[in-house]
């Protein structure tokens, strides 16, 4: 399976993303002429610097054993999110999301840490994939995490779990009659999750359904970013123009509305370049998990497929207007050493995979 074309395709559009994101938030950065180290711009080049060794990294060593470590994991991720809960540093919007002066944010790792743990424990209990008690399980299991990144709170982060932890159930099979019951459980809670918003998380999604409610307060980022896109029409305003995010009125023009940013500056043509690049990222993604003949590499990269596939196409969903502000970073283009370190780390994983042919013990230019 090694030198196949889709490894070196992956590569090339893992490389033509990075440097979008860096072009991206050069763009839209109130401080890009400033000094090294100051701008955002200078920021997103660090951390692709570093996301790329992750990538590198996690590309070379034996993936097999990561999986088996699937426990470890686990107890490291719940316990960096039990952290942020008591030590916590808080954001702008009042969340507590992160560790080490603002540097670390333990729910972006949280994904690959579920992904990895779930392809341990669906793998070591193949023979029960459509049996309730492996469900019951695994459901408690995926929740811990998910109710700790909640409380933070995050909610686009937890509903990432939630669909790496579906993921996980789709991948190995569960029956129809699994499905329809979990979708009923589903639909007959969903109502009660209303309790457990924040206030701010409810005027969202209420603006969203009617975003002139509120134009100035919870249905402004919605409108400004529709603007945004519509002032861009089919070819842009131009590089380094348009009112929107030149002139500040379109906020987090940097992170989770950095594709509003983007389409007014290069239109339609130029947000297609995006939504193309990640639609074939994805699909590199699932044609490794499909011709993985491991069952650990197969979940691995089928969960970290998903999880890709969730996120980009939630945030654009989010930047169109079709979908309520969740607060999912766009990836490897919103600004975010988190994100982009995690993100790179997980393709490098999905290369790892690819490369390896199966194999549970393997080298790659060492």
């Known amino acids: 399976m090694e030198n196949k074309v889709e490894d070196k395709a992956m590569v090339l559009v893992l490389i033509a993303l990075s440097l979008i994101g860096v072009l991206a938030v050069y763009s839209v950065d109130p401080l890009r002429g400033e000094g090294w180290g100051e701008s955002l711009f ?16 996690f590309s070379q060593i034996d993936y097999y054993q990561l999986v088996k470590r699937g426990w470890l994991w686990y107890f490291l991720m719940v316990l960096s999110l039990g952290a942020v ?12 999301r992160w560790l080490f002066s603002q540097s670390v944010q333990p729910s972006e790792g949280a994904k690959v840490a579920l992904a990895l743990f779930l392809a341990h424990y669906f793998s070591e209990q193949r023979e029960s994939f459509d049996f309730w008690q492996l469900l019951i399980k695994s459901g408690i299991l995926s929740f ?29 099979g569960f029956s129809a009659k699994k499905w329809a019951v979990i979708g009923g459980i589903g639909g007959g809670l969903l109502p009660l999750s209303w309790v457990f918003l924040e206030d701010y998380q409810k005027d969202r999604l209420l603006s969203f359904i009617d975003p002139g409610r509120d134009p100035l307060g919870s249905g402004y980022h919605i ?8 002032a861009g029409g089919f070819t842009g305003q131009g ?47 699932l044609v490794v998990a499909l011709r993985s003949p491991n069952l650990e590499g197969k979940i691995l990269a089928s969960l970290l497929g998903i999880s890709l596939i969730f996120q980009w196409t939630v945030n654009i969903g989010i ?23 995690v993100n790179l780390a997980s393709a490098g994983l999905v ?9 549970e013990s393997w080298k790659l230019w060492i």
């Open 85 to 96: 809960l008591i030590f916590g540093e808080g954001d702008e919007t009042g969340s507590r």
């Open 351 to 359: 290369y790892n995979i690819s490369k390896s042919g199966g194999k």
């Open 319 to 341: 930047n169109l207007g079709v979908m309520p502000v969740t607060g999912i970073a766009l990836p490897f283009i919103s600004y975010g050493g988190s994100s982009l370190v």
């Open 239 to 285: 590089w380094l123009s348009g009112t929107q995010s030149q002139l500040y009125f379109l906020p987090a023009r940097h992170t989770d509305f950095i594709f509003a940013s983007w389409c007014e500056q290069l239109g339609f043509l130029g947000g297609m370049v995006i939504i193309f690049l990640l639609g074939l990222l994805s699909y590199l993604f």
């Open 144 to 172: 811990i995490p998910l109710v700790l990144i909640f409380e933070e709170p995050d909610l686009g982060s937890s509903l990432v779990l939630l669909v790496i932890w579906l993921g996980a159930l789709f991948v190995c």
């Open 223 to 230: 409108l400004q970013s529709q603007i945004a896109i519509g």
């Open 42 to 57: 200078s920021r997103q080049i660090i951390w692709n610097l570093i996301g790329w060794v992750a990538f590198l990294f």
